[in-house]
């Protein structure tokens, strides 16, 4: 999958499908355990559950769906990027970068007399 | 699992919106300014904008589109937690009680 993030959150987007995800998450489950749970019909689930695998989300192992690890960290990243950019932004990076630069200067005058002296 | 407003996953849940995100953390911007960087016609951004504003993602005022940060944070703590549980359900020992179970 080329954009895991996107194929995710777009996954995500009906609340049944979500609904099946979680209890996914919380628990490796089974098609029939997952169809006695919601109100929806097992073809429905089925349907939902195909959805959740294709979009990274779920893999079968032995008949058992599992929630896979791998998308949920750029997950969490695209949402941590979101959130800084929105709040603090480039003001602060340039800030953050300024500031050690500064320091990188001052190390470098520190340095530079030791050299001297030694 | 963390309860994130449906509405906020909904209004991911579309490329384009995702799109008018990006593009307004770096600066909040008009539906026109949008319209032109991302080569959306108007009325797709301003259909758009209004459902990421229903979600409590951005507000819109005085023409001008802004995220509201706070709001990133609930959808955030949901994948930190899902990444948590699936490291967890992922783990051996539990995945062969499962399998036993038959669950």
């Known amino acids: 999958m080329s954009d895991p993030v996107g194929a995710a959150l777009d996954a995500l ?19 029939n355990g997952l169809a006695a749970a919601v109100t929806v019909t097992r ?17 079968e ?3 058992l769906l599992v929630a896979t690890v791998d998308p949920l960290p750029q997950l ?5 990027r979101l959130w800084f950019e929105a709040s ?11 500031v050690s630069r500064r320091l990188q200067a001052m190390d470098g005058e520190a340095a530079a007399p030791r050299r001297r002296t030694a | 699992m963390a309860a994130a407003a449906p509405d906020l996953f909904r209004a991911l849940a579309d490329p ?19 319209s032109r960087r991302l080569a959306i016609p108007r009325v797709n951004v301003s259909h758009h904008l209004g459902v990421l504003a229903a979600a409590g ?17 609930p959808i955030r703590r949901y994948f930190d937690e899902a990444l948590t549980t699936a490291a967890i359900t992922n783990s051996t020992p539990l995945r062969a009680v499962s399998r036993q179970a038959r669950l």
């Open chain 1, 13 to 31: 987007g009906d609340p049944t499908r979500r609904e099946l995800y979680e209890r996914i998450l919380a628990r490796p489950s089974r098609i």
């Open chain 1, 43 to 59: 073809p429905a689930v089925s349907h939902h559950v195909r959805v959740l695998k294709d979009a990274g989300l779920v893999r």
């Open chain 1, 61 to 63: 192992e032995d008949g």
């Open chain 1, 76 to 80: 969490r990243t695209y949402f941590d």
């Open chain 1, 88 to 98: 603090v932004g480039e003001g602060w990076l340039r800030e953050r970068f300024a």
């Open chain 2, 16 to 34: 384009v919106r995702r799109r008018l995100l990006e593009s307004l953390v770096a600066a909040p911007a008009s539906a026109g300014d949008l």
């Open chain 2, 57 to 73: 993602l951005v507000e819109l005022r005085q023409r001008q589109a802004a995220v509201k940060p706070g709001a990133l944070l």
